[in-house]
């Protein structure tokens, strides 16, 4: 049985913190090394990260991962990072970014 199975997902889906904890927990590290990978910047990867399950959680009830919560999961990654690097593309804008990231004690 590959992890998550449907039977977490459910429960996070719930409203189970602990459920949701544990899914978060199990995909950290690879999720911190896809992100630190593509950002450069490990303060940023866990921004990124934190916004993603942050997301996940607040949508919970609309989770639609019963094929493959891994491919979702680095999907949504994917997503949010390339949405972050088009949007900071502007080198001033980009260390703007940071700075306020920084300032508000995300690492």
């Known amino acids: 049985m ?19 904890t544990q899914l978060r ?7 911190f090394k896809f992100c630190s990978v593509l950002l450069k910047d490990e303060t940023e990867a866990e921004h990124v990260i934190d916004s993603v399950f942050n997301k996940i959680w607040n949508d919970r009830l609309d989770l639609r991962a019963e094929g493959n919560f891994q491919s979702y999961l680095f999907s949504s990654l994917k997503d949010q990072i390339f949405g972050e690097m088009k949007r900071y593309a502007d080198p001033v804008a980009r260390k703007q970014y940071f700075d306020r990231i920084q ?4 690492s």
């Not at 992890?3 to 997902?9: D, E, G, S």
């Not at 927990?25 to 999720?31: E, L």
Request: hydrophobic share 40%.
């Open 103 to 106: 300032s508000l004690g995300v």
């Open 25 to 31: 927990s199990y995909f950290h590290v690879p999720a």
């Open 2 to 20: 590959t992890f998550p199975n449907q039977q977490i997902l459910d429960r996070v889906t719930q409203g189970d913190e602990a459920a949701f």
